[in-house]
């Protein structure tokens, strides 16, 4: 039982190019949310999915796309990356019973 | 939308001595309020939390309290330690519905002195 997992664990990108966050669950959890976290503020929600097919926006949106085409999958998508989007990116999912929200590792990246 | 404030952001206390993190949220509506402790590099984890149904919580060392009334909520750890270095965010949710979104405070650094 893995839990929640990302891939990749770093990647550094030039602006302007694209890349996509890989956030894996294997606890059979409905709901499943992108975060990144910045020196100093804490964690801001920037999509979020409440099933298999459906995603929302959340407070930070902006740059990001989102797709969750498999339960356990939920992927977060930079089309043309800006310096701004530097940070630490964690996904986290919960159950529908339990309130608990479980992170992965994160991934770091830096666009310069 | 919620918004959670955290106090202090940085926090440092002997070893054996209490901590206290506080949090004020803005909605109303919100009703579960869980903390979360992060080491350097690390992911969160869920260490405690409170429906609003419940005043106050306790895990062996570590408690929780919610005031609703006033719209804040505050973390207490006892005998601290030197592991119990760590940040600490706070954050609240409005459970019933159906996103159960996470607001986080800007989070807390605690060191514990030896």
């Known amino acids: 039982n893995a839990g929640v997992t990302q891939t990749p664990k770093f990647r550094v990108l030039k602006t302007g190019q694209s890349m996509t966050l890989l956030c894996a669950q294997d606890?059979?959890?409905?709901?499943m949310y992108w975060y990144r976290q910045d020196p100093g503020m804490g964690l801001r929600l920037i999509h979020y999915?409440?099933?298999?097919?459906?995603?929302a926006k959340g407070e930070v949106p902006d740059g990001y796309n989102v797709s969750r085409l498999k339960k356990q999958n939920f992927l977060l998508g930079l089309e043309s990356a800006a310096p701004s989007q530097t940070s630490v990116y964690f996904c986290a999912s919960s159950g529908w019973v339990a309130y608990e929200q479980y992170f992965g590792p994160g991934t770091r990246l830096t666009v310069t | 939308g919620e918004n959670v404030e955290q106090h202090p952001s940085t926090l440092s206390v002997q070893e054996g001595d209490s901590a206290v993190i506080k949090c004020t949220y803005s909605d109303s509506a919100s009703n579960y309020f869980p903390w979360y402790k992060q080491e350097l590099g690390k992911r969160p984890q869920l260490i405690i939390d409170?429906?609003?149904?419940?005043g106050e919580k306790k895990d062996q060392r570590i408690a929780v309290t919610l005031n609703k009334t006033a719209k804040h909520f505050s973390l207490h750890i006892t005998e601290t330690q030197p592991e119990d270095s760590a940040v600490y965010f706070c954050a609240a949710s409005e459970s019933s519905g159906s996103a159960r979104q996470l607001t986080f405070g800007s989070g807390t650094q605690l060191t514990v002195l030896p």
């Open positions: 606890m059979n959890h409905e709901y």
């Open positions: 409170i429906r609003s149904n419940v």
């Open positions: 999915s409440v099933g298999e097919g459906t995603t």
